[in-house]
Protein backbone atom coordinates (compact mmCIF):
# COMPACT_ATOMS: atom_id res chain seq x y z
CA UNK A 1 0.00 0.00 0.00
CA UNK A 2 1.68 3.15 -0.48
CA UNK A 3 1.24 5.83 1.91
CA UNK A 4 2.20 9.84 1.62
CA UNK A 5 3.91 12.01 4.15
CA UNK A 6 5.75 15.40 4.18
CA UNK A 7 9.37 14.74 3.47
CA UNK A 8 12.00 15.33 6.29
CA UNK A 9 15.64 16.01 6.99
CA UNK A 10 16.28 12.37 6.77
CA UNK A 11 14.82 11.78 3.12
CA UNK A 12 17.46 13.96 1.79
CA UNK A 13 19.85 11.47 0.60
CA UNK A 14 17.15 8.68 -0.25
CA UNK A 15 14.82 11.76 -2.23
CA UNK A 16 17.85 12.77 -4.46
CA UNK A 17 19.15 9.54 -4.95
CA UNK A 18 16.15 7.84 -6.38
CA UNK A 19 15.53 11.45 -8.31
CA UNK A 20 19.32 10.76 -9.92
CA UNK A 21 18.14 7.57 -11.31
CA UNK A 22 14.57 8.33 -12.33
CA UNK A 23 15.95 10.85 -14.13
CA UNK A 24 19.17 9.43 -15.42
CA UNK A 25 18.31 9.51 -19.21
CA UNK A 26 15.79 12.13 -19.11
CA UNK A 27 16.86 14.79 -22.39
CA UNK A 28 16.38 17.40 -19.79
CA UNK A 29 20.01 16.39 -18.79
CA UNK A 30 21.43 14.47 -21.07
CA UNK A 31 22.60 16.97 -23.42
CA UNK A 32 24.63 18.27 -20.89
CA UNK A 33 26.52 15.63 -19.23
CA UNK A 34 27.59 13.14 -21.97
CA UNK A 35 29.29 10.56 -19.26
CA UNK A 36 26.39 8.22 -17.27
CA UNK A 37 28.21 8.34 -13.91
CA UNK A 38 29.11 12.19 -13.76
CA UNK A 39 25.58 13.01 -14.87
CA UNK A 40 23.95 10.97 -12.15
CA UNK A 41 26.53 12.76 -9.40
CA UNK A 42 25.10 16.44 -11.01
CA UNK A 43 21.76 14.93 -11.10
CA UNK A 44 21.88 13.88 -7.28
CA UNK A 45 24.16 17.18 -6.70
CA UNK A 46 21.43 19.59 -8.12
CA UNK A 47 18.15 17.58 -6.65
CA UNK A 48 20.23 17.51 -3.18
CA UNK A 49 19.94 21.36 -3.39
CA UNK A 50 16.31 21.66 -4.59
CA UNK A 51 14.84 19.12 -1.82
CA UNK A 52 16.99 20.79 1.13
CA UNK A 53 14.69 24.12 -0.19
CA UNK A 54 11.19 22.25 -0.70
CA UNK A 55 11.79 20.11 2.90
CA UNK A 56 12.20 23.60 4.61
CA UNK A 57 9.27 25.22 3.23
CA UNK A 58 7.19 22.21 3.66
CA UNK A 59 5.96 20.95 -0.24
CA UNK A 60 8.38 18.26 -0.61
CA UNK A 61 6.09 14.75 -0.76
CA UNK A 62 7.52 11.20 0.20
CA UNK A 63 5.08 8.29 -0.96
CA UNK A 64 6.39 4.81 0.74
CA UNK A 65 5.14 1.24 0.30
CA UNK A 66 6.58 -1.13 2.84
CA UNK A 67 8.39 1.73 4.52
CA UNK A 68 10.80 2.25 1.28
CA UNK A 69 10.46 5.86 -0.14
CA UNK A 70 9.40 4.99 -4.40
CA UNK A 71 8.67 8.25 -5.12
CA UNK A 72 8.70 12.42 -4.47
CA UNK A 73 7.51 15.12 -5.81
CA UNK A 74 7.57 19.04 -4.82
CA UNK A 75 4.11 21.00 -5.12
CA UNK A 76 4.40 24.61 -4.82
CA UNK A 77 1.55 26.77 -3.15
CA UNK A 78 0.12 29.26 -5.34
CA UNK A 79 1.95 32.64 -6.00
CA UNK A 80 5.44 30.93 -5.32
CA UNK A 81 8.19 32.31 -8.10
CA UNK A 82 10.07 29.71 -9.43
CA UNK A 83 13.55 29.66 -8.06
CA UNK A 84 16.51 30.92 -10.49
CA UNK A 85 20.00 30.71 -11.09
CA UNK A 86 20.62 32.97 -7.84
CA UNK A 87 18.26 31.22 -5.91
CA UNK A 88 20.05 27.86 -6.39
CA UNK A 89 23.05 29.64 -5.76
CA UNK A 90 21.91 30.65 -2.46
CA UNK A 91 21.11 27.68 -1.68
CA UNK A 92 24.43 26.01 -1.79
CA UNK A 93 24.08 24.81 -5.21
CA UNK A 94 27.96 26.22 -5.78
CA UNK A 95 29.02 22.95 -4.84
CA UNK A 96 27.85 21.62 -8.63
CA UNK A 97 31.04 24.44 -10.08
CA UNK A 98 32.98 21.36 -9.98
CA UNK A 99 31.19 20.38 -13.43
CA UNK A 100 32.76 23.42 -14.99
CA UNK A 101 30.50 25.63 -17.03
CA UNK A 102 27.61 22.60 -17.33
CA UNK A 103 25.62 24.23 -14.44
CA UNK A 104 25.28 27.87 -16.28
CA UNK A 105 24.67 26.33 -19.80
CA UNK A 106 22.11 24.15 -17.76
CA UNK A 107 20.40 27.14 -16.01
CA UNK A 108 20.07 28.98 -19.02
CA UNK A 109 17.87 26.37 -20.64
CA UNK A 110 16.19 25.61 -17.36
CA UNK A 111 15.10 29.43 -17.26
CA UNK A 112 14.20 29.32 -21.23
CA UNK A 113 11.60 25.97 -20.08
CA UNK A 114 10.19 27.32 -16.75
CA UNK A 115 9.03 31.61 -18.33
CA UNK A 116 5.80 29.75 -20.16
CA UNK A 117 4.75 27.57 -17.28
CA UNK A 118 5.28 30.97 -15.01
CA UNK A 119 3.85 33.63 -17.16
CA UNK A 120 0.79 31.22 -16.63
CA UNK A 121 1.18 31.30 -13.32
CA UNK A 122 1.09 35.19 -12.68
CA UNK A 123 -2.56 34.98 -15.03
CA UNK A 124 -3.88 32.30 -13.34
CA UNK A 125 -5.25 32.18 -9.57
CA UNK A 126 -4.57 29.40 -7.74
CA UNK A 127 -2.01 27.53 -9.68
CA UNK A 128 -0.18 24.73 -7.40
CA UNK A 129 3.05 23.80 -9.38
CA UNK A 130 4.43 20.59 -9.64
CA UNK A 131 8.31 21.34 -10.03
CA UNK A 132 9.25 17.81 -9.79
CA UNK A 133 7.62 13.90 -9.64
CA UNK A 134 9.47 11.11 -9.58
CA UNK A 135 9.18 7.38 -9.25
CA UNK A 136 11.98 4.61 -8.71
CA UNK A 137 13.15 3.71 -11.58
CA UNK A 138 11.86 -0.52 -10.52
CA UNK A 139 8.50 1.08 -9.81
CA UNK A 140 8.01 3.23 -13.06
CA UNK A 141 5.07 2.15 -15.00
CA UNK A 142 3.34 0.36 -12.23
CA UNK A 143 0.47 3.71 -12.07
CA UNK A 144 2.79 5.37 -9.11
CA UNK A 145 2.82 8.55 -10.91
CA UNK A 146 -0.74 8.50 -11.75
CA UNK A 147 -1.36 7.79 -8.24
CA UNK A 148 0.78 10.77 -6.71
CA UNK A 149 -1.48 12.78 -9.18
CA UNK A 150 -4.97 11.54 -8.21
CA UNK A 151 -4.85 10.30 -4.96
CA UNK A 152 -2.25 13.14 -3.12
CA UNK A 153 -2.20 15.90 -5.17
CA UNK A 154 -5.71 16.10 -6.51
CA UNK A 155 -7.36 15.60 -2.76
CA UNK A 156 -5.08 18.34 -1.72
CA UNK A 157 -5.71 21.11 -3.97
CA UNK A 158 -9.73 20.02 -3.40
CA UNK A 159 -9.18 20.48 0.61
CA UNK A 160 -7.63 24.38 -0.65
CA UNK A 161 -10.90 24.97 -2.16
CA UNK A 162 -9.81 23.84 -5.81
CA UNK A 163 -7.31 25.34 -8.09
CA UNK A 164 -5.25 24.46 -11.64
CA UNK A 165 -2.12 22.14 -11.59
CA UNK A 166 0.71 22.99 -13.42
CA UNK A 167 3.69 21.86 -15.00
CA UNK A 168 6.72 21.64 -17.31
CA UNK A 169 8.15 18.22 -19.30
CA UNK A 170 10.69 17.46 -21.62
CA UNK A 171 10.05 13.86 -23.36
CA UNK A 172 7.16 12.85 -25.56
CA UNK A 173 6.57 9.46 -23.37
CA UNK A 174 5.58 12.15 -20.47
CA UNK A 175 3.41 14.25 -22.79
CA UNK A 176 1.80 10.98 -23.04
CA UNK A 177 0.98 10.21 -19.50
CA UNK A 178 0.05 13.42 -18.35
CA UNK A 179 -2.44 13.92 -20.96
CA UNK A 180 -3.98 10.57 -19.93
CA UNK A 181 -4.36 12.02 -16.37
CA UNK A 182 -6.44 14.63 -17.28
CA UNK A 183 -3.63 17.07 -17.95
CA UNK A 184 -3.92 19.46 -21.57
CA UNK A 185 -1.15 20.91 -23.19
CA UNK A 186 -0.90 25.12 -23.19
CA UNK A 187 2.36 25.84 -24.62
CA UNK A 188 4.82 23.87 -26.66
CA UNK A 189 8.27 25.08 -28.04
CA UNK A 190 12.27 23.80 -28.73
CA UNK A 191 14.23 25.21 -26.69
CA UNK A 192 18.47 25.22 -27.23
CA UNK A 193 20.10 22.42 -25.37
CA UNK A 194 23.94 22.12 -25.42
CA UNK A 195 24.35 22.61 -29.38
CA UNK A 196 21.03 20.70 -29.97
CA UNK A 197 17.05 21.29 -28.84
CA UNK A 198 15.09 19.61 -26.52
CA UNK A 199 10.65 19.77 -26.22
CA UNK A 200 9.24 21.68 -23.81
CA UNK A 201 5.81 21.32 -22.83
CA UNK A 202 3.53 23.05 -20.46
CA UNK A 203 0.14 21.38 -18.96
CA UNK A 204 -2.36 22.48 -16.90
CA UNK A 205 -5.35 20.97 -15.22
CA UNK A 206 -8.61 22.74 -13.63
CA UNK A 207 -9.27 20.80 -10.09
CA UNK A 208 -12.35 21.93 -8.72
Known amino acids: ML ?42 DVHVQCFRAEIKRKQAVVGEEDGEIITAFSLHEPG ?14 GMVFRYGTIPFKWFDMYDKCIAPAERFNKENPNVYYIEILAVRPDKQRHGIGSK ?11 GKGGGILSLIT ?5 TKFYESNGFKCFDHMNVPAAGTEIGNWCFSMDVD
Open 170 to 174: NSVEN
Open 148 to 158: DIHEYMVPYVK
Open 80 to 93: RKQAGFTEYLASGI
Open 3 to 44: TYRTAEDKDLKPISTLCADAFLNYAFYTPFVKDQETRRRFLY
